[in-house]
């Protein structure tokens, strides 16, 4: 059922609001750092596990896919709203985190894209 992709994202997005507000306490901020970032990583983990342990059915995969797809935008608006100059005044963590966020999303975009089976073309075909 579809409801299981939306208590999947649920799940995913506590988590990853905890372990921001935990990472945010380390590097000695108030402040979240990458929850919302850090849900969405686990929403695409969890679904590729899922997926290959046959644990997902369709219908359930077709929500986590619908959520996976509207949590972008919901990203990108609540990123709109946060205070970039007060960050940026506040230290270098903003920058040490953006520049961190950058190479870690690189890294798993390059091993998601490795785990997939490399296509050859047919009969010379491009």
């Excluded at 986590?64 to 100059?85: E, K, R, S």
């Excluded at 005044?89 to 961190?100: K, N, Y």
């Amino acid at each position: 059922m579809i409801i299981y992709g939306t208590a999947l994202l649920a799940v995913c997005h506590l988590l990853g609001i905890v372990l921001g507000d935990l990472l945010g306490r380390a590097l000695g901020m108030t402040t979240n750092v990458g929850g919302v970032g850090i849900a969405m990583l686990m929403l695409i983990v969890a679904r590729v596990y899922l997926h290959r342990r046959g644990l997902l059915c369709a219908t359930s995969e077709s929500g986590v896919n619908y959520w996976g797809a509207i949590y972008i935008p919901v990203v990108v608006a609540m990123a709109m709203q946060q205070n970039v100059v007060a960050a940026l005044r506040g230290g270098p963590v903003a920058l040490i985190a953006a520049v961190g966020s950058v190479v870690v999303c690189a890294g798993f975009v390059s091993f998601i894209n490795r785990m997939e089976p490399e296509s050859k073309p047919e009969d010379g075909k491009v």
